[in-house]
């Protein structure tokens, strides 16, 4: 079963301290650091990603869709929220799969339960990012006694082998 994960950009942005102070003095940075976040998590994950930003105050905004790194971000049409966006998308994922969305507004939170999708605040979402990013980083430390070198994968009878071999004491046939 396929996991689809879809996100409320600029809800998450603004609930996320990190990324609200960055949007104080820059939203495109905000932006484009929530988007490596998010990537290098669908990378983590497997799911599905999309992330919708609205131009729902933007005059003349037209949507744009974009693919970073896996993830679908999808930038609403002008008039259109990122809520609408999102319900349509849930309209579209048939009922078998799993799909959450990730916003903090409450009213859309009632409207995709009763599209059979699951919430995921944004401190949820904040928290499931880090616990992910600490196990990937277990996984990837070194283990102290591990047998990376070919020595320590050889049986006795063949280090003994290729020891008289390196001694010249070939066995005669």
């Known amino acids: 079963m396929k996991e689809y994960?879809?996100?409320?950009?600029?809800?998450?942005?603004g609930a996320w301290q990190e990324l609200a102070d960055i949007k104080e003095e820059n939203l495109e940075h905000a932006r484009e650091k929530f988007i490596e976040i998010i990537a290098n998590h669908a990378a983590l994950t497997g799911a599905i990603t999309i992330i919708v930003f609205d131009a729902y105050q933007v005059k003349g905004?037209?949507?744009?869709?974009?693919?970073?790194?896996n993830v679908d971000i999808i930038y609403t049409k002008e008039g259109v929220t990122a809520d609408m966006a999102?319900?349509?998308?849930?309209?579209?994922?048939?009922?078998?799969?799993?799909?959450?969305?990730?916003?903090?507004?409450?009213?859309?939170?009632?409207?995709?339960?009763?599209?059979g999708a699951l919430r995921i605040s944004a401190r949820e979402l904040q928290r499931e990012i880090r616990m992910a990013q600490k196990d990937n980083k277990k996984h990837l430390e070194p283990k102290l006694y591990s047998a990376n070198r070919l020595e320590d994968r050889l049986s006795p009878e063949v280090k003994a082998a290729l020891e008289r071999m390196r001694l010249g004491q070939h066995e005669e046939k």
């Not at 048939?94 to 409207?111: G, I, M, N, W």
């Open 86 to 115: 999102i319900e349509r998308i849930c309209a579209q994922i048939p009922k078998h799969q799993k799909v959450f969305v990730a916003t903090s507004d409450r009213l859309q939170q009632e409207t995709i339960w009763g599209k």
């Open 61 to 69: 905004g037209i949507e744009k869709r974009e693919k970073v790194n």
């Open 5 to 13: 994960l879809i996100i409320d950009g600029y809800n998450m942005i």
